[in-house]
């Protein structure tokens, strides 16, 4: 057995411990007063701490522990008169003692522990690791909040990593920021260095010296695209982090074919607002080298005052286009239009694995590989989990470049909610404040989980700041991107959905919100939101912040908090989701991929080159059985209402429900509302509402619980009069009907989608209907929203009036024509 004896200096006694083995616990821990006799100091009275009635050790039994013990000790940091007593008593009976460092928290607590340099600082002292993790808990309880023990985890493993208590327990109230308390890590960049000079590049003088103006040197990951084949007209599968340069590298491959006359060049991006972008960039840029420049995205069908006027023809050099914009030529048989294909460029093309649209960007793929088998096809992509399968599947070389261009400082910021706009105002101010060595400010983008938040939030920043999203229209859009580009608008307050948007120069990216919608984000949205902080032609750096709210969740069916989810976007890895969908889906495609071409073993061929997994010939008897396609041998075509229904992206279930609406002569105003509500509507005083009930009143008109509340008469009563009117005019207009479930049988949706329709069949714009809405039933709307339901019911209003005369229904027929007209106006 071994035996220490630790003795710590208080003021009028000394604290001995007996410690057994080296063991933390004690045998036990007695308080010993020391008095002065003509010997010298000599042991007065040993009395045990037991928590029981007062107990004493005899003194010579005392000494004969002291001289058994293998080893005495003095803690520092002790009453230095008791320290010098300690000492001479134990000189007296020719003993001494090691001068040691220990725990104090231990000591209190009657544990004993050894202190180091590697020890948690605390309070201007050292304290063990067990010690710490007490404390840190303790901080966490009193916190007032509901830590999950993920976060918990979390937090002990900053202690070991910082062992800094006091740093870990400021993560808990962030009320004074500061980067070094609240700096998760730093993802540092490793720039290689310049490989590939431009001069030397194989490309046409007046390229070159455009290319020229800009820089002597490509980017890292241009360099290695280079050395792939680029410019040998290799199709190429380029991973890199965002601004790391990929849009020059399909601009390399377009433009040098342009100019070399091997055919036009496609550049096909998921969002109408990135397509708007880079139509601008491309328009101006190559204009210079005699090239036009067109846009394809969609059939905007909605004319309106405050349109920019675009160039759209097919005819042009570069043609930038939604993959919906280009997939519509090819499903209304007019790839021929296009003309010669050079290059095709697909931006963002993880899209691939989205649930929604995934489906439509592989068959567009498919079919432009097969419409222009010699072009060289580029994908660019900042976050993809299986590269290595992408490239294989596309027919690729894989070019992938990890490093970021500029480093990445990221924060976690644990926050209440009603703490989050002084902190994002606080964070955002600094940042401005800012001047990188490229003279250019620091700007923030602000992600949140909705586009109400958007404004809501922008409004309570103390910064100017501008809510931006789809909702908006796209001249509303327009001033904001050239705002924030000039350096004139401090922040953007945006929606996860636009985390692959444009092209906004920020230094810092924040999360105010780590949900889209009431999901979490994933990890790759994550990585492809985060990588928007920090460009390497304006910064020096970038900062990412997570704003977690400890305990939040955004629907009962999530297991996870906020503070987890954050901490696990940190800490995680992107899992591949796949590229998958179901036979509804699949028919969509194949009907697609027949507008395209009447072979069946060329369809067999488009559809090898997809990632869904294709049963073609089920598929092919589905769709004849649907009477969508007629097929003799290997000769397959689209039957007048198969057109229609490829034409229009219509599924099958859609097309069904317009053909038999059509059959019963039903009008085409209640077909196109039946077949799309609008539920953008949002009540403008529900926050009144909510306060004079006592309710929480969702802002949504035609959420359950909105209706249950309007739906009541006796809530009504309790209103403001202004605002009880409003309520009773929307009730009286459209909480009418007689149906059994109502006011959830859908026609309130119904009516309220109609009342758009025909307030823009007198001839109101956009901007003019939000307002009428307001007015008279106190409901708002985004402009953009309401552009895009009006465009949509054109649309759908020419698919109504095709099927119409197919089944022989004119009556119908001019009737959805007229209807249509008048709401393109």
Not at 222 to 227: N, T, Y
Request: glycine share 6%; aromatic share 8%.
């Amino acid at each position: 057995m071994i035996l220490w004896v630790l003795g710590y200096a208080e003021k009028s006694k000394i604290r001995v411990m007996a410690i057994k083995d080296r063991l933390k616990q004690p045998i036990y821990t007695a308080e010993l007063y020391i008095k002065d006799s003509h010997k010298g100091p000599r042991p007065h009275k040993i009395r045990l701490l037991t928590g029981k009635k007062e107990e004493f050790i005899p003194h010579q039994q005392f000494i004969e522990l002291l001289r058994s013990a293998n080893r005495i000790m003095l803690a520092e940091g002790g009453d230095p008169a008791n320290e010098t007593a300690f000492m001479e008593m134990l000189k007296g009976f020719q003993l001494s003692a090691d001068r040691v460092k220990i725990c104090k928290h231990c000591l209190i607590n009657k544990r004993f522990n050894f202190v180091n340099s590697k020890s948690i600082k605390y309070h201007d002292e050292l304290i063990c690791l067990d010690c710490a993790k007490e404390e840190l808990l303790r901080a966490v309880r009193s916190a007032g909040v509901q830590y999950g023990e993920k976060s918990i985890d979390f937090l002990e493993q900053v202690l070991v990593k910082t062992r800094d208590l006091d740093r870990t327990i400021r993560m808990l109230t962030p009320d004074r920021l500061d980067p070094e308390f609240t700096r998760y890590d730093t993802i540092w960049t490793n720039p290689a260095s310049a490989t590939v000079r431009i001069k030397n590049l194989p490309l046409q003088k007046k390229f070159k010296d455009m290319l020229l103006e800009r820089s002597e040197t490509l980017l890292p990951v241009q360099a290695l695209s280079i050395e792939a084949g680029l410019l040998e007209g290799k199709n190429q599968f380029v991973v890199s982090a965002t601004a790391t340069g990929k849009t020059l590298i399909g601009e390399m491959a377009g433009i040098q074919n342009l100019l070399d006359k091997k055919g036009k060049m496609l550049y096909l991006v998921p969002l109408v607002a990135l397509a708007n972008q880079k139509y601008d960039q491309f328009r101006e840029r190559y204009s210079k080298l005699g090239l036009t420049t067109s846009i394809k995205i969609g059939a905007n069908l909605i004319k309106t005052s405050q349109r920019v006027k675009m160039h759209t023809s097919p005819s042009a050099d570069i043609i930038v286009g939604t993959y919906e914009g280009i997939d519509h030529m090819l499903r209304s048989g007019n790839a021929d239009y296009l003309g010669k294909i050079g290059t095709v460029i697909v931006d963002e093309v993880h899209t691939l694995e989205d649930q929604e649209r995934g489906h439509r960007l592989d068959g567009l793929i498919g079919r432009l590989r097969y419409v222009a088998p010699e072009a060289q096809f580029i994908y660019l992509s900042a976050t993809v989990a299986n590269p290595e399968g992408y490239a294989k599947k596309l027919g690729a070389r894989l070019v992938r470049y990890e490093h970021r261009p500029v480093p990445i400082d990221r924060h976690l910021l644990f926050c209440q909610e009603n703490e989050k706009a002084k902190l994002i105002s606080q964070l955002a101010k600094e940042e401005y404040s800012m001047l990188s060595s490229k003279k250019h400010r620091g700007q923030t983008i602000v992600f949140t989980n909705s586009r109400r938040n958007c404004h809501k939030l922008a409004a309570a920043l103390s910064i100017q700041a501008a809510p931006y999203h789809a909702g908006l229209s796209q001249y509303e859009r327009k001033k904001i991107e050239t705002r924030f580009a000039k350096g004139e608008l401090p922040v953007v307050v945006t929606t996860a959905a636009l985390a692959a948007g444009v092209d906004f120069p920020a230094s810092q990216v924040i999360f105010e919100s780590l949900a889209m919608g009431v999901d979490w984000i994933s990890v790759q949205d994550f990585l492809q939101m985060s990588g928007r902080a920090g460009r390497p032609d304006y910064h020096d750096r970038g900062i990412v912040v997570l704003m977690p709210v400890p305990g939040k969740s955004y629907s009962g069916s999530q297991s996870d908090t906020e503070e987890e989810v954050a901490i696990k976007l940190l800490q995680g890895e992107m899992l591949s989701a796949g590229v998958q969908y179901g036979e509804a889906e699949q028919l969509e495609e194949v009907l697609a991929s027949v507008a395209v071409t009447s072979s069946v073993q060329d369809l067999r061929k488009i559809h090898n080159m997809m990632f869904g997994n294709y049963d073609l010939e089920r598929l092919i008897q589905r769709l004849q059985n649907y009477r969508f396609l007629e097929r003799k041998g290997n000769r397959i075509t689209l039957t007048r209402f198969g057109k229609i229904v490829a034409t229009h992206f219509l599924s099958v279930s859609k097309a069904f429900l317009i053909r038999d609406a059509v059959l019963e002569e039903n009008k085409p105003l209640q077909i196109v509302t039946n077949l799309e509500f609008f539920d953008a509507a949002y009540f403008k005083y529900a926050n009144q509402i909510g306060s004079s009930l006592h309710v929480n009143m969702p802002s949504r008109v035609f959420q359950g619980a909105t209706l249950d509340i309007i739906f009541d008469g006796e809530s009504l009563s309790q209103l403001d009069v202004k605002i009880r009117e409003l309520m009773l005019s929307f009730a009286s207009d459209f909480l009418t009907c007689a149906c059994k479930d109502s006011p959830y049988c859908g026609c309130a949706e119904q009516k309220f989608s109609e009342k758009i329709i025909k307030l823009r069949t007198e001839a109101l714009e956009p901007e003019q209907i939000v307002k009428r809405l307001e007015e008279k039933y106190g409901i708002s709307a985004y402009q953009g929203d309401v552009f895009g339901y009006l465009d949509n019911a054109v649309r759908n209003l020419d698919a109504v009036e095709l099927i119409a005369k197919v089944h022989s229904k004119k009556g119908v027929a001019e009737e959805a024509k007229k209807l249509k007209k008048k709401v393109q106006g």
